[in-house]
């Protein structure tokens, strides 16, 4: 069955770097578009971007633009979402999520990853 | 691009039907069929339960529907039951070539 694991919890500092990490089993890495959304603690969702691991093409949300990098390694059928110049308001839980369309972007997705807590604290 | 409208809350008793509203414009929800929603529980992660403004996932019940008419798209429970207490978000696809999220509802069964 498709299922897509993310790594575990993280805590970092005001303008530090973290990098998730986003494996997918049951398909084929580069099948799929692989979206990310974020969601602040009580807070609504928010898509941050694209990548599509076949061609490493990415699409970004303009907030996120100049410091969010999305790669994937499809030896391990894995995505990255890396953000820079970390902030406190980037205090989130992540999501890789799959695009449910083939081989294209349909911009909806079906799978979801568990998430990843990302905590920035001084 | 600013977020696509929500209610903030809705309620229902057991057994009745509710609508969730998702108020965009033409540059997104009125412009494209990409109009997809998810249920939230919480710490959970979301779940598809519409796609394409009203197609359902294989496996999601008959009781979720959802429809657009133009730049306001909606999401029907019909039959409410307990476990469909939980966050409702509509999302689109936009003119920018990115995804926009509504602000998500909480659905509360009385």
């Known amino acids: 069955q498709v299922q897509l694991v993310q790594s575990g919890a993280e805590v970092k500092k005001p303008g530090a770097s973290v990098k998730v990490s986003c494996k997918a089993s049951?398909?084929?890495?580069?099948?799929?578009?692989i979206h990310w959304v974020r969601q602040a603690p009580g807070q609504g969702l928010e898509w941050m971007g694209w990548?599509?691991?076949?061609?490493?093409?990415?699409n970004f949300a303009q907030k996120f633009q100049g410091r969010v990098t999305m790669t994937r390694d499809t030896s391990i059928s894995t995505a990255y979402m890396e953000l820079s110049r970390l902030t406190f308001d980037d205090t989130a839980v992540y999501y890789c999520a799959r695009d449910y369309c083939s081989g294209g972007t349909c911009h909806q997705c079906d799978y979801w990853g568990q998430g990843t807590l990302v905590t920035v604290s001084s | 691009q600013s977020a696509l409208t929500q209610p903030a809350s809705v309620s229902g008793s057991p057994g009745q039907s509710i609508t969730i509203s998702c108020t965009g414009s033409t540059s997104d929800v009125g412009g494209y069929n990409f109009v997809s929603w998810y249920q939230q529980h919480p710490d959970k992660a979301p779940k598809l339960i519409i796609y394409?403004?009203?197609r359902r996932p294989s496996g999601v019940s008959n009781r979720f529907s959802g429809s657009k008419s133009g730049n306001t798209a909606s999401l029907t429970i019909s039959g409410l039951q307990g476990e469909d207490g939980a966050d409702y978000y509509c999302t689109s696809y936009t003119s920018s070539t990115t995804i926009v999220f509504g602000g998500g509802t909480k659905l509360t069964v009385l």
């Open positions: 049951g398909y084929s890495l580069t099948g799929y578009y």
């Open positions: 990548i599509n691991p076949n061609s490493g093409d990415t």
């Open positions: 394409d403004v009203s």
